[in-house]
């Protein structure tokens, strides 16, 4: 069984950073890939930042030169550091990992249970 556990989330003032963290645990051959997610009220779900195994990251337009995203693929575990929050990044945040459950098994995608962060104006 995958578990993705989150922690890091919480309330800070405008211009401030937070760290979240995510631990990728169980039985599976190895994860491929791990991610951010947010999910705003009355909004979708949306990529934060990815990391692949070979350390390529992807960012939304609107964290980037912001954000940072660092992974260790042989811990599974996926940090994004968030400096300069804004009101806008208020959301709950998922970690997100494409996992190969067997040496031949297709690539399943995980989700964290989220994190709440609040940005006050």
């Known amino acids: 069984q995958v578990q993705l556990v989150e922690s890091g989330g919480g309330l800070v003032q405008a211009g401030g950073s937070l760290r979240l963290s995510c631990i990728v645990s169980?039985?599976?051959?190895?994860?491929?890939?791990m991610a951010w997610y947010r999910q705003a009220p009355g909004k979708q779900r949306e990529l934060v930042a990815g990391?692949?195994?070979?350390?390529?990251?992807n960012y939304a337009q609107s964290v980037k030169d912001r954000f940072a995203i660092s992974g260790d693929y042989a811990k599974n575990t996926v940090n994004l550091l968030m400096d300069s929050l804004k009101p806008e990044d208020t959301a709950v945040y998922y970690c997100?990992?494409?996992?190969?459950?067997?040496?031949?098994?297709?690539?399943?995608?995980?989700w964290g249970q989220g994190t709440q962060v609040t940005v006050s104006s």
């Open positions: 169980g039985s599976f051959f190895r994860v491929n890939v």
């Open positions: 997100n990992a494409g996992i190969i459950p067997t040496r031949w098994g297709q690539v399943a995608t995980y």
């Open positions: 990391i692949t195994t070979q350390g390529i990251t």
